[in-house]
């Protein structure tokens, strides 16, 4: 049916679920905990959204994102499950067959973390720059539906599999520029 | 009857001419055949809302073409469906515009999303008022999930949440441009789906298919050597059936009709048989197909087939005449004054037979008798009219020892030897066990045959897509559309209960309620009642003052009007699939999906459990149409035998009817048992094939007792009857196709057993006949 292809069309809209549908999680790191810096800039606004927080993954957990401020917020997902606790302190469960894209942003940043190129490449034009302390990776999409939304990932990493940063700029001139803090640590694994 | 021979061919051709002529005023031209099984069912006609929907739903899934291919390397296997679907689209299928559509879907949502809130959202606002807005805004942006802002005005995420819940085609598949893709077992699959333009049934539409499906998979190896390429739809299952039984009737059609024809010439050495015979057939389908379209319009396919095979009866008439004439001891213009109370007995019984299907109350079955009745009736008056004035000259053919080899078969059945008495008994004694392991069938899919790999590759598909299609359909009746949604939402939420792993499909996942809409404005009209206390509770969170002014801004530019489904059908026409026109009322269309077969009563339950929703299964209603065919069909042969057997009775006095009724009914019974022994269900086609045995046994009966001081002729045509039947139908059960094989099959050892069983109906003689 033709309205089959609507949703279909729909879900090109979210935009990242492509990299969620490689599939396999790339090879992971069994773990990986730092602090962050965020910070949103949203086209119109001059003065950009600063939050802190603290990024854990492993594999018995999965993955944790802690905003702790200006607000508390959690987000935790272990691949079956996924929920939110909220600033007032209301926990959301979501559905992650209903939100692919949840699993999608757990991939980009394993993908991104594991220093796995080959996996990205299906869906990024991978560009390495060698610096004096590690690499810097910009990670542009292919023309697709990724394209559509996401202007390019930047990742810049003191070591393989050590990011630094992580800048993402979205097509609407919005961007999300992370910041992982230097006590970051990463345990290389399967 | 003494009329020149002119007046009898104005007089046939007249009534022929008029009769057609008056059909041809009737006649239904936009559709002269009607192929619409369901159709068949009385309720069916009486319920337009059902068949609507029936055909809408049943066009969406025939129209569809699925192509997957797979491989290990992703760009190369993504070249390759992409090479796939370029040859798709050049042979004449075509992809949906989906994109432009899309667009204005999404435009259309955003602009009324401040009505799309949830009843738990909303009720969260009301509750929670500004502050729980700044919560879920402050959540949207701190997650790692909202990276990507791909809803601008959608700080909340309440737009995304809406599109996300929106059902999915295939679960386990995302899109990559034009395609869905998805790894299963380290393989890559790419999706490519079309759709046919015309009809998948129809001959055109199914061969542009297989054709384009062809064309693809080259298109795809050359791209991609290794790559694995599968294709399903209902175009190429028609397709493949197609082929089949053209195949299949070309070969049988060429090896009966040889057969047929080197027999009559065998036999008469003329070619007047075989062009009188072709005349009465041709003649009584005309004049058949024509009453039908005058009774009622247009006429049943089925009523084609099974009408047209019933006909067959009336070569006897045609092969009474020709024995008697070529072989019998009558002059030329005595055949007919011989042969007549055969005939009109013949013509008699097989007349009441066929009009008590008439009684049975099926549209089908009305038409099968108005054409078997109108058919016999024909093929009567061309013999009656035709055959005298053309067969004028006495034959000088010398006499075929094999021409009386019948006669002397009738004569040896007759003497008063035990094996007389014993093989029929045996015989019977044999079937017995068949009838016990007898079962039926009404499945319309056990009469079909598909290739092995087409059905292999079907399941397959649909495994990986993970989307078994449906049993069925649910109809949801309401006085007006919003409570056909609130009767959809509420039916919806019983599924997800007991298929909790299913997808829904209705227009209500596209649409909330006006209600639900409304309290959703409500919620936001007392979230911006009062700015600064917005301003504050952003504030409060960390958040800029200024996203609070704009959405509050954007909240007063925004139309505070629900969403309706004019707009929403304007925006993707392809929705208003699910609204089903019916009068005054609003029926929606609703189905469920899911990985696995899903049992068609948990559906029925759920239905039930909701006023104004039924569940619908095409198939099974076909099935019950099927089954309710047969067994009244079944009951119907009964009475009219039984009615037969009075005309019999009084014709003949009742010993003798009795003996004429043994050997039909013998014949039944031991086609009825070798039916079980082989494992042959008896279906509607099986039950054709018996009311063509017991009609051919006792038009058998009829004419040896008829037949009298002039038996040799009266054999040679019950002989010749047989043999052709065996020639035409018999051979049938060669077919692979299981509906013509159990036709073929019982045909076979029904006709065999009718003409063996016939010397039954004479009386025993110690020197034989005379």
């Known amino acids: 049916m033709k309205y089959t292809h609507i949703l279909t069309g729909a879900w090109i809209l979210c935009a990242a679920s492509a990299v969620y549908a490689a599939g396999n999680i790339p090879s992971s790191p069994t773990g990986f905990d730092s602090s962050f810096i965020q910070t949103r800039t949203l086209p119109g606004f001059s003065v950009p959204l600063v939050s802190r927080g603290t990024l854990h993954i492993d594999n018995t957990h999965g993955f944790r994102w802690e905003i702790t401020s200006p607000y508390h917020y959690v987000f935790e997902m272990d691949g079956k499950n996924a929920q939110e606790r909220l600033p007032d302190g209301t926990i959301r469960h979501l559905n992650p067959e209903q939100t692919p894209w949840l699993a999608t942003v757990e991939h980009i940043l394993i993908s991104a973390l594991a220093g796995d190129r080959t996996d990205l490449q299906r869906y990024f034009v991978v560009n390495v720059t060698q610096l004096p302390m590690g690499q810097r990776i910009l990670l542009t999409p292919k023309p697709g539906p990724m394209a559509n939304a996401i202007n390019n990932i930047l990742v810049t990493e003191t070591a393989p599999g050590h990011p630094q940063r992580l800048v993402i700029k979205d097509n609407s001139g919005g961007s999300m520029d992370i910041r992982f803090g230097p006590e970051s640590h990463t345990a290389s694994g399967s | 009857m003494h009329l020149p021979a002119a007046a009898r061919w104005t007089i046939w051709l007249a009534s022929l001419g008029v009769l057609c002529g008056f059909a041809w005023t009737r006649l239904d031209v936009q559709h002269p055949i009607n192929t619409d099984i369901l159709s068949l069912l009385p309720g069916e006609r009486e319920s337009p809302v059902i068949a609507a929907a029936t055909e809408r739903s049943r066009d969406a899934f025939a129209r569809q073409l699925l192509v997957l291919v797979s491989g290990k390397d992703t760009p190369q296997t993504r070249s390759a469906a992409s090479a796939a679907q370029g040859a798709l689209l050049a042979a004449g299928l075509q992809m949906d515009d989906s994109g432009r559509e899309l667009g204005r879907l999404l435009n259309t949502y955003q602009t009324h999303h401040f009505a799309l809130l949830n009843a738990a959202q909303t009720a969260r606002l009301d509750k929670g008022g500004v502050n729980a807005f700044a919560t879920d805004v402050a959540a949207s942006m701190a997650s790692p999930a909202a990276m990507v802002n791909v809803f601008e005005s959608d700080p909340g995420g309440y737009l995304s949440r809406f599109i996300s819940e929106l059902p999915r085609p295939y679960p386990d598949f995302l899109p990559d441009g034009p395609y869905l893709t998805a790894v299963r077992d380290h393989q890559r699959y790419y999706l490519v789906n079309m759709e046919l333009r015309g009809s998948a049934f129809a001959e055109q539409g199914a061969t542009l298919a297989a054709h384009a499906v062809h064309d693809a998979q080259a298109a795809a190896h050359k791209v991609c050597a290794g790559c694995k390429f599968q294709a399903t739809g209902a175009s190429l299952f028609t397709n493949a059936a197609r082929d089949d039984a053209q195949h299949e009737i070309q070969w049988l059609t060429i090896v009966s009709t040889l057969l047929i024809m080197t027999l009559i010439a065998f036999v008469f050495r003329s070619l007047a048989p075989h062009v009188l015979a072709a005349l009465q057939l041709v003649a009584s389908i005309l004049a058949a197909s024509a009453a039908v379209i005058a009774w009622f319009g247009s006429i049943q396919i089925l009523t084609l087939v099974f009408g047209t095979t019933l006909l067959g009866i009336a070569i006897d008439y045609a092969f009474l005449y020709f024995a008697e004439y070529w072989f019998g001891d009558s002059a030329p213009q005595s055949v007919m004054r011989v042969v007549r ?396 196709i299981p509906a013509l094989h159990a036709f073929g099959l019982a045909t076979l050892v029904g006709i065999l057993a009718s003409y063996l069983s016939a010397p039954l109906s004479l009386p025993t003689t110690h020197g034989g006949l005379a």
């Open chain 2, 341 to 736: 109370p055969g005939l009109f007995m013949g013509l008699l019984t097989g007349v009441v037979a066929f009009a008590f299907l008439s009684l049975a109350g099926f549209p089908a079955l009305n038409q099968i008798a108005v054409f078997s009745v109108a058919g016999l009736l024909e093929a009567g008056l061309v013999v009656v009219l035709i055959f005298p004035v053309t067969l004028t000259r006495p034959p000088h053919v010398a006499v075929h020892p094999a021409a009386v080899w019948p006669q002397r078969f009738i004569k040896l059945a007759c003497r008063p030897h035990r094996w007389r008495y014993l093989l029929p008994a045996l015989a019977l004694l044999l079937a017995i066990p068949g009838w016990l392991r007898l079962h039926t069938s009404d499945d319309v899919r056990d009469l079909q045959h598909f290739p092995q790999q087409l059905i292999q590759n079907d399941h397959q598909i649909h495994d990986t897509l993970g989307q078994i299609p449906p049993p069925g359909y649910f109809l949801i009746e309401a006085s007006d559309l919003e409570q056909a949604l609130g009767r959809e939402e509420t039916l919806f939420a019983r599924l997800r209960q007991t298929l909790p792993d299913a997808t829904l499909l209705g227009l209500s996942r596209f649409l909330p309620p006006v209600r639900q809409q409304r309290a959703s404005l409500s919620a936001w009209k007392r979230i911006f009642a009062s700015p600064l206390a917005l301003n504050r509770a952003f504030a409060h969170l960390g958040l800029p003052v200024e996203l609070a002014m704009r959405i509050e801004s954007d909240w007063r530019a925004a139309a505070h009007q629900p969403l309706t489904a004019q707009s929403l059908f304007d925006a993707a026409s392809d929705l208003n699939t699910f609204v089903i026109p019916a009068g005054s009322n609003e029926t929606l269309l609703a189905s469920v999906y899911s990985r696995a077969d899903i049992n068609p009563a948990a559906l029925r339950q759920a239905a039930a459990a909701v006023s104004g929703v039924s569940f619908v299964a095409p198939l099974t209603r076909i099935t019950d149409t099927f089954h309710r065919i047969r067994v009244r069909a079944s009951w119907l042969v009964v009475i009219g035998y039984l009615l037969i057997s009075a005309l019999l009775v009084w014709r003949y006095g009742r010993r003798e009817a009795l003996r004429m009724l043994y050997p039909p009914l013998l014949a039944l019974g031991v086609t009825l048992g070798a039916l079980g022994w082989l494992n042959v269900p008896v279906n509607i086609f099986v039950l054709v094939a018996l009311i063509l045995i017991l009609g051919l046994g006792r038009d058998y009966t009829v004419f040896l007792r008829e037949g009298g001081a002039h038996l040799q002729s009266s054999a040679l045509a019950v002989t010749l009857s047989a043999l052709t039947t065996l020639c035409s139908f018999g051979l049938l059960a060669l077919s692979q």
